[in-house]
C-alpha cells in the first residue's frame, strides 16, 4: 500500500520559516495535502497540491512538489507560535481495491515553534 | 469548529468489551469517513460511507464495523475489544463521494482507552 513518511519533530524560533517534509511511494497520487492538529482537535486542512502542480502558494504557505523524487514540503514563513502543532502530509489513494477516497497519512511532524 | 460532531469524547472500557462512536457529518455532507490514530500506526483510514452506502474499505478489523443512517449520521461499532485497539478515533466529512478538492473536515475525536 501507500507509503507516506514524514520526520517526527521539529523546532523553529518565531520569525523564523519552518519546512517541513514528506515523501510519499504512490506515483499515481493526484491530490497531496497538508494537515495541522492542534492539541485536542481534530485535523485541519492547510492546503492541498494537485500532481500536475510544482508549487502552491497560500498567504505564509507554501508548497513544493517534487513528482520525480515523490517529496513534498510546506514551508511556514513568519513561523508564530500558534504555528506549533503537528503537520500530517496525505495523499489520496489511487483508485485500486480500496477505493479512490480514503487518504494516506504521515506519521505527522510535530513542530515546536520557540519564542 | 468543523461541523462535525463526535461523540463521546473520551471512553474507557475493558477488554472484550463492546463499544459504539457516533458522528455527525458537517450539515450537508453525505461522506462520512473513519480513520483510527494511535502512537504506532499512525492515521489509519478505516472506512467510508456516502449517503448510507459503504464506498470504500481500509485497514478496518472483522471485529470492527460501521452504519450510516438515513440522517446520514454514522456509528462505528468495535467488539471484543483489546488492548491495542485504545486510540483516537475520527470522524471526518465531505459533500461529495470522491475526495480531490473537496476538502474533508474532522471531528474532534473520540479518545478510546481499553483497561
Known amino acids: 500500500g501507500e507509503d507516506v513518511e514524514q520526520s517526527l519533530f521539529l523546532s523553529v524560533r518565531e520569525g523564523d520559516s519552518s519546512v517541513i517534509n514528506c515523501t510519499y511511494t504512490?506515483?499515481?497520487?493526484?491530490?497531496l495535502y497538508w494537515y495541522k492538529q492542534e492539541p485536542g482537535a481534530g485535523l485541519q486542512l492547510l492546503t492541498y497540491?494537485?500532481?500536475?502542480?510544482d508549487m502552491k502558494q497560500d498567504q505564509r504557505l507554501t508548497v513544493l512538489l517534487n513528482k520525480k523524487d515523490k517529496h513534498l514540503s510546506l514551508r511556514i514563513a513568519d513561523t508564530q507560535t500558534g504555528d506549533s502543532a503537528i503537520y500530517f502530509c496525505?495523499?489520496?489513494?489511487?483508485?485500486?481495491?480500496?477505493?479512490?477516497?480514503?487518504?494516506?497519512f504521515g506519521t505527522g511532524t510535530r513542530l515546536t515553534v520557540i519564542p | 469548529d468543523s461541523g462535525v460532531t463526535q461523540t463521546p469524547k473520551h471512553l474507557i472500557t475493558a477488554t472484550g468489551q463492546r463499544v459504539t462512536l457516533r458522528c455527525s457529518p458537517r450539515?450537508?455532507?453525505?461522506?462520512v469517513y473513519w480513520y483510527q490514530q494511535s502512537l504506532d500506526q499512525g492515521l489509519q483510514f478505516l472506512i467510508q460511507?456516502?449517503?448510507?452506502?459503504?464506498?470504500a474499505k481500509g485497514n478496518i478489523l472483522e471485529r470492527f464495523s460501521a452504519q450510516q443512517f438515513p440522517d446520514l449520521h454514522s456509528e462505528l461499532n468495535l467488539s471484543s475489544l483489546e488492548l491495542g485497539d485504545s486510540a483516537l478515533y475520527f470522524c471526518?466529512?465531505?459533500?461529495?463521494?470522491?475526495?480531490?478538492?473537496?476538502?474533508?473536515?474532522f471531528g474532534q475525536g473520540t479518545r478510546l482507552t481499553v483497561v
Open positions: 471526518a466529512s465531505s459533500a461529495s463521494p470522491d475526495l480531490g478538492s473537496t476538502e474533508a473536515f
Open positions: 504512490d506515483s499515481s497520487s493526484t491530490y
Open positions: 497540491i494537485f500532481s500536475n502542480m
Open positions: 496525505a495523499e489520496r489513494g489511487s483508485f485500486d481495491q480500496t477505493g479512490a477516497n480514503n487518504l494516506f
Open positions: 450539515s450537508g455532507d453525505l461522506s
Open positions: 460511507y456516502y449517503n448510507g452506502e459503504e464506498r
